[in-house]
Each structure stands twice: as C-alpha cells, then as structure tokens.
C-alpha cells in the first residue's frame, strides 16, 4: 500500500468528472487498499478517488469513532434523497483547514458495488448521508466550497494559493 497525493483546491483537476469503474479487479483493489490508507492517515472520514488524481467513480469512507469500519462505494448512485435538509459543518482533505456549514439532504439512499464488485444498497442519514453527499460531489468534479458564498470561496481560494505558494519556497 501506499500513501497517495491529496490534490489542493482550487486545482482544476478537482473539477473532472469522474468515469465509471469497468470492471472491480485487482488494479481498482490496490486503489481503494491506497485511498483507505491515505484517507486514514491523513486522518479523514472520507476520500474520493478525484481528490487523489484518479477520475474513476471511487469512494472510500470510514465514519465509526474507532475508524476500523471501512466502507467501500464503486460507481456510487444517489436512489433516494430525502426533502427533508439538514445542515452539517464540513471539511475537506482537498481544502485542509477550512470548514463551514454546507447544507444537503438528510437523508439518502444510495446504491453501489463493493471491493468484490457485488451490488449492494444502503440507507445513510446523519454524518454518513453528508459524507456520501460530500464525496459523490467531488465524483462530478465539485468541491463543497462551492456550496459558499462566492466571497467565501474567493477568500478560501486565495489562502490556499497562498499557502501553496509558501510550500513551493520551503523546498
């Protein structure tokens, strides 16, 4: 396994969308093995195989408190999502140390295939239903600092130019 590169907003590669998984085999195996280590280490709930350079509809989440319940989505689909709204504080591994409220259904369901390429469906609500909203979201190329204020992710963007400029001159 290996740690793999977190793409930074606002790279453009952040906005592809994501194509669908062929066939699950052993090449889409090590990548999810790669994600779930990168997703953990980092740490984070979640990671989307776009935010790693990788543009195939690929999820991992892990959202128990001992972060030993990996779940994996490939080709994930929206079913269901309620109208009821709720609204949940998030962050991004891809716009580290920025978090605000971002408002999406409560509620989901969502079908997808597992590591062995089964078919399976879930019922999500609660920090699941925003993780799987969240990372389906970077699945169509869309960040959650694109459900802000415009100012706001204007003011985020350049922060993390900024920022990346001042990793560029510590090498």
Same mark, same amino acid.
């Given at each position: 396994? /290996?740690?793999? *590169?977190?793409?930074?907003? *606002?790279?453009?590669?952040?906005?592809?969308? /994501?194509?669908?998984?062929?066939?699950?085999? /052993?090449?889409?195996?090590?990548?999810?093995? $790669? !994600?779930?280590?990168? !997703?953990?280490?980092?740490?984070?709930? &979640?990671?989307?195989?776009?935010?790693?350079?990788?543009?195939?509809?690929?999820?991992?989440?892990?959202?128990?408190?001992?972060? =030993?319940?990996? !779940?994996?989505?490939? $080709?994930?689909?929206?079913?269901?999502?309620? *109208?009821?709204?709720?609204?949940?504080? %998030? &962050?991004?591994?891809?716009?580290?140390?920025?978090? #605000? #409220?971002?408002?999406?259904?409560?509620? +989901?369901? +969502?079908?997808?295939?597992?590591? =062995? &390429? =089964?078919?399976? %469906?879930?019922?999500? #609500? &609660?920090?699941?239903? +925003?993780?799987?909203?969240?990372?389906?979201?970077?699945?169509?190329?869309?960040?959650? +600092?694109?459900?802000?204020?415009?100012?706001?992710? $204007?003011?985020?963007?350049?922060? !993390?130019?900024?920022? /990346?400029? %001042?990793?560029?001159?510590?090498?």
């Amino acid at each position: 396994m /290996a740690l793999l *590169p977190v793409l930074c907003y *606002p790279d453009p590669r952040l906005h592809k969308v /994501a194509k669908p998984v062929e066939k699950v085999d /052993a090449r889409i195996q090590k990548i999810v093995a $790669n !994600m779930a280590e990168t !997703m953990y280490e980092a740490p984070g709930v &979640g990671l989307a195989a776009t935010q790693v350079d990788i543009h195939e509809r690929i999820i991992v989440i892990d959202v128990s408190d001992e972060q =030993n319940e990996l !779940m994996v989505f490939i $080709n994930p689909e929206v079913l269901w999502a309620s *109208p009821e709204k709720k609204s949940w504080r %998030e &962050g991004c591994l891809s716009v580290p140390d920025f978090y #605000d #409220d971002v408002e999406r259904a409560a509620s +989901v369901r +969502v079908k997808a295939l597992d590591l =062995n &390429g =089964n078919p399976f %469906e879930i019922d999500a #609500d &609660g920090l699941l239903s +925003v993780c799987l909203q969240h990372e389906m979201d970077h699945l169509l190329g869309k960040v959650f +600092v694109e459900y802000l204020s415009i100012l706001k992710r $204007n003011r985020i963007s350049l922060k !993390m130019k900024k920022r /990346a400029k %001042e990793l560029v001159g510590q090498r």
